[in-house]
């Protein structure tokens, strides 16, 4: 798989946040921020892997968060980032019934996320995206995007037309299905950074 520099240097970025969570998670098991910046990490990586160990990964990140809500069980932002974790598990999911299901879990969550924090604007438009998200998860699968995602896909001797349509999909997977994983990437970067602050100085 070929990758950009930016790709690169996020793959980097969150390989090493996962890789300090887990040793901080030696250190203390109870922190609950730990937790969920070490989910976040996860469904960040999950996105670099084929389909199989992604949904491992993103399995991996949901069990996280779920512990790191029975420490906490009103941290927004985990409750926030499991409705990401079950949205991504149900666009890797090819049939609509199963992924509605995922869907349906990732809503109850951002609701609950909502409740925890109402003035925030992601996570209201997180759970208005939701809505949406089984309709867009037909179109892509029935436009045979979920076949590029599965590891199906035509033949070589497609048409320039098929290719064409193949394009717009997938712009329309990223514009949509990338939202989320974009602004997951954003707070999980925000926590990293913050739990990386040196303390500020005793007053």
């Known amino acids: 798989m070929d990758m950009s ?15 300090t969570s887990e040793v901080a998670y030696e250190a203390n098991p109870l922190d609950a921020d730990n937790l969920t910046r070490w989910a976040g990490a996860l469904l960040e990586l999950s996105q670099f892997q084929s389909i199989s ?13 779920e512990e790191a809500l029975g420490i906490n069980p009103r941290k927004h932002d985990a409750l926030w ?13 090819p049939e609509l ?44 699968h029935k436009q045979g995007f979920g076949q590029t995602l599965t590891g199906g ?20 997977y990223y514009d949509i299905g990338g939202w989320f994983v974009l602004v997951l990437g954003i707070a999980v970067w925000i926590g990293f950074a913050k739990s990386q602050a040196p303390p500020s100085p005793p007053r």
Do not use: W
Not at 5 to 19: G, S, V
């Open 5 to 19: 520099q930016n790709d690169l240097d996020r793959l980097m970025f969150f390989d090493h946040a996962r890789k």
């Open 53 to 65: 160990e992604s949904k491992m990964m993103i399995k991996d990140a949901i069990s996280k968060l």
């Open 81 to 93: 980032c499991l409705g990401n974790a079950y949205t991504s598990h149900a666009f890797l999911t």
């Open 97 to 140: 019934d199963v992924a509605k299901g995922y869907f349906d879990k990732a809503s109850v969550y951002f609701q609950e996320a909502v409740e925890e924090d109402p003035a925030n604007e992601l996570y209201q438009k997180s759970l208005e995206m939701n809505s949406k998200a089984p309709e867009l998860h037909m179109e892509i």
């Open 153 to 172: 896909g035509g033949s070589s001797t497609s048409s320039n037309m098929k290719g064409a349509k193949k394009k717009k999909n997938t712009d329309l």
